[in-house]
């Protein structure tokens, strides 16, 4: 048994660590002792993480449960817990959402100069918030979570943003919330329906106990929406997309790293985790709308990048292309293009937030994220313009790199999909073309060509700081890339269980009678590994 992995309530540990850490945060006399709380916190609770990495066996899911497991009653008349717990599905997201916190909180470091006690807090506040999304295997509690994050990351934008901060974070909570509030008159209709058929008569929210009850046909497509429209706008896909521009652009460097790097992957994860498994039908027969509207974001995304003058606003449309690789992926509704969907949701966190924090760190120099403003610095900063290039190739699937193995894994599992037209496939794959030339041109403009602006000549190049920060995201970027083995290792059983159940579960639905709720064993694997 792995030495973190025995730790009681590891799970429990890894999310409230950081809330934890806010709190104490708030005490701190000083703004420097705030900094090295959060750092402190953050690296812990990193460490702790490698727990659950290791302590996963993914030789022995089960059906019934997840591993490192802890469930406790919550609302004791109805089936409402305290459930936490790891799978395939969540591993790798988790760990991606506790690597990014000591890197978040190290490019603050000199960048927030206000008010640090209360943006070290909030930070740490929406660490457990994305976290408890993630861990949480009951719905209801994953509705917390989900709503959660909103608060801080409003204040995040509201406060420490650019001149229309307060226009962005108003934007973001209000798009974000419709979509839950409707999300949460589907989990009550769920949790009613599925305690008759399942549960004894009893209301539930037990993620394992909704993923059995067979959806009636008639009302998978209103439940599905219903779904969808949440997720959908967080991701964000298109056209629920107008909010993130502002959103990134607005917000301070630190920001943005945690919006690209895992708060949009709150949507494609409820996709994965929620809406395809509890509505296996409508997913089938959406799924062709749904590849229309991933394309559509594939090449608008690119398009309005290279159409950009703000290299951070290229970035957030960057967000919507790569983001409709990932839904396209999810919807073909195979094994092999849904785990090139899990992997790329690691990889764009990596690389676009690699992406997010050298523009940060170039506009901590010159107070400017215009291209124009730029030109000619690669000579001034070699190291900066190293990591940017290095960052650029990943975030373009160069082959060897992170970006190309997810890319790869979707096109080819959707190209043999029957969910929907190869056409969309072809089209899609115009978007890794685009995706090269906007991010090409973005460098060329920036740190190549003639120098626009002789202030740049005296640039300085990245401190051992920005360079720590920069290297974890680095190894990643080539790991992923030329070994994702012991990453697709981790998940690939979980994706092919979900996938094979919501077969099952699609295929009785069909068969039953109209209106009639079925209950559907689960076909996960129920293997127990053997110890010598």
Known sequence: MDVLASIPNLVSLVIFLPAVGALVALFMPSDGAVRWTALATTVVTFLLSLGLYTGFDPAMSTAVAPQLMEKLPWFPSVDITYFVGVDGLNLLLTLLTTLLGPIIVLSSWTYIGKQVKGYYSLMLLLQTGVLGVFLSFDLFLFYIFFEITLIPMYFIIGIWGGENRIYAAVKFVLYTLVGSLLMLVGILWLGFEAGDAVNAGVFTTDWYKLVSFGVPLGAQG????????????????????????????????????????????????????????????????????????????????????????????????????????????????????????????????????????????????????????????????????????????????????????????????????????????????????????????????????EVTNEANLTMKDLNGREIGLLIPLAVFMVWLGMGPAPFLDKSEDAVQAILDTARTKAAATEAAAPGEMVAVPLEWPDRVAVSD
């Open 222 to 449: 209103w439940l599905f929406f219903l779904f969808l429209l949440a997720f959908a706008i967080k991701v964000p896909l298109f056209p629920f997309h107008t909010w993130l521009p502002d959103a990134h652009v607005q917000a301070p460097t630190g920001g943005s790293v945690v919006l690209a790097g895992v708060l949009l992957k709150m949507g494609t994860y409820g996709l994965l985790r929620f809406t395809i498994p509890f509505f296996p039908n409508a997913a089938e027969q959406w799924a062709p709308v749904m590849a229309v509207l991933a394309v559509i974001g594939i090449i608008y995304g690119a398009l309005v990048a290279f159409a950009q003058t703000d290299a951070k606003k290229l970035i957030a449309y960057s967000s919507v292309s790569h983001l409709g690789f990932v839904v396209l992926g999810l919807f073909a509704l195979d094994t092999v293009a849904v785990q090139g969907a899990l992997i790329q949701m690691v990889n764009h966190g990596l690389s676009t937030g690699a992406l997010f924090l050298l523009i940060g760190m170039l506009y901590e120099r010159t107070h400017t994220r215009k291209m124009a403003d730029y030109g000619g610095i690669a000579k001034t900063v070699p190291v900066l313009t190293f990591f940017m290039m290095l960052t650029v190739f990943a975030s373009a699937g160069l082959p060897g790199l992170n970006g190309f193995v997810g890319e790869f894994l979707i096109l080819l599992g959707s190209w043999r999909s029957d969910a929907f037209s190869t056409i969309w496939v072809i089209l899609g794959t115009t978007g890794v073309i685009l995706a090269a030339v906007y991010l090409l041109w973005m460098v060329y403009r920036t740190f190549f060509g």
